[in-house]
């Protein structure tokens, strides 16, 4: 069976568990008490969607400043693509990495060039990872604190040692030079170098990523901006609690965040940790003496600002991704065209008229 195939078999099995789930816990918390609480956050709602806008706009800035000045795009455009990229990421079935891929070509498109925009995604995405380690590990200690129950300090510092072990691994390989790695593996087990383009666009990437690295203060920077992006969707979830009625400490909102952010990222194959993220705040949030349909609905409420933020994006997405696809169907026959004597279309009309009668 190809790999692709087993893959995508992989994917659709993990979806069915997913949905399975989800239909589980919502028949379990009762559906008409979800409802209920639901209706009675009422306009709260609307406040809770557009506070995330925020943790948007920190997250933008985490990958706007490792890009070096004199390459970087307008933060409005890199907002716009990250907006894409995060809605790709939330509903499409492409596990997280997804929208990493989008925003990469999406921001190599606009005059970056694909070998500085992956090298700048790759970058952010490794500091994401390394941040919320540390947002994972204080809402461990802030369960802890909760709950007075000390074996979730003791199993999440294993967690953590070995999430660090792995992000200092690909880390290091960063440095190393990825594509220096795989070309070594290619010639080794297919007797080729993988080509002169592969090796000539490889070297480009190796070659931005360490320059991205050696720029220690835009790293620190980014790093910084990644932990307030984590630290905003805590406050996300603060907001949530406070529209279904359940004024909490911001205690409660950071633990239930990094839990279950936590989870998310442990189970990424499940396309938009559908069932998990559910899963999740019903599990935590009943340690943190939360109702079971007051987690399902903060859960929901969760979903409800994907669906704001990701179907737009989507929309989006598809737009530009339509444009770009009809100038590469044009271009040819414009020079298809031209190649065949066909008048030049910036010739003036006396002259395309010679041309068409010759």
């Excluded at 990872?129 to 947002?135: M, P, R, T, V």
């Excluded at 002169?196 to 320059?211: K, T, Y």
């Excluded at 990094?258 to 990424?268: D, E, L």
């Excluded at 194959?269 to 705040?281: C, D, R, S, T």
Aim: hydrophobic share 55%.
């Amino acid at each position: 069976m190809p790999a692709s195939r087993k893959l995508y078999i992989a994917v659709i099995t993990a979806a069915l568990v997913g949905v399975t789930l989800f239909i589980a816990l919502l028949l379990r918390s009762s559906i008409h008490e979800v409802s209920s609480a639901i209706r009675a956050a009422g306009r709260a709602i609307a406040i809770v969607v557009a506070f995330h806008i925020v943790p948007l706009a920190t997250n933008t800035l985490a990958w706007w400043v490792l890009f070096p000045r004199e390459k970087r795009l307008p933060y409005r455009s890199l907002l716009w693509i990250r907006w894409i990229g995060e809605s790709v990421s939330a509903l499409m079935p492409a596990t997280t990495v997804g929208g990493e891929f989008v925003r990469a070509r999406l921001a190599g498109k606009r005059c970056v060039g694909y070998s500085e925009s992956t090298a700048t995604v790759i970058a952010d995405m490794t500091l994401g990872i390394g941040s919320q380690i540390i947002f994972t590990l204080a809402g461990l200690f802030f369960l802890t604190r909760l709950t007075g129950r000390g074996d979730f300090a003791r199993q999440g510092i294993v967690g953590a040692a070995i999430a660090i072990g792995a992000v200092g691994g690909f880390l290091a390989v960063q440095r190393f030079g990825i594509f220096r790695i795989a070309r070594g593996l290619m010639s080794t087990f297919f007797k080729t170098d993988g080509g002169s383009a592969l090796r000539v666009q490889g070297e480009a990437l190796d070659r931005e990523l360490r320059a991205i690295y050696a720029r220690r203060r835009s790293i620190a920077t980014s790093f910084g901006w990644s932990l307030v992006t984590w630290v905003a969707g805590a406050g996300e979830v603060w907001l949530s609690l406070w529209a279904l009625g359940l004024p909490m400490g911001f205690e409660h909102a950071f633990v239930l965040e990094s839990t279950c952010q936590g989870v998310r990222a442990v189970m990424f194959l499940i396309p938009g940790a559908l069932g998990v993220q559910e899963g999740g705040f019903v599990v935590v949030g009943g340690m943190l003496g939360i109702p079971a349909e007051t987690a399902m609905a903060l859960a929901l409420l969760r979903r409800a600002r994907e669906l704001a933020f990701g179907i737009p994006g989507l929309i989006a997405w598809q737009l530009i991704e339509g444009r770009w696809l009809l100038r590469a169907s044009v271009q040819p026959l414009d020079n298809a065209d031209l190649a065949s004597g066909a008048p030049d279309a910036t010739a003036s009309s006396p002259q395309r008229a010679s041309a068409l009668r010759s």
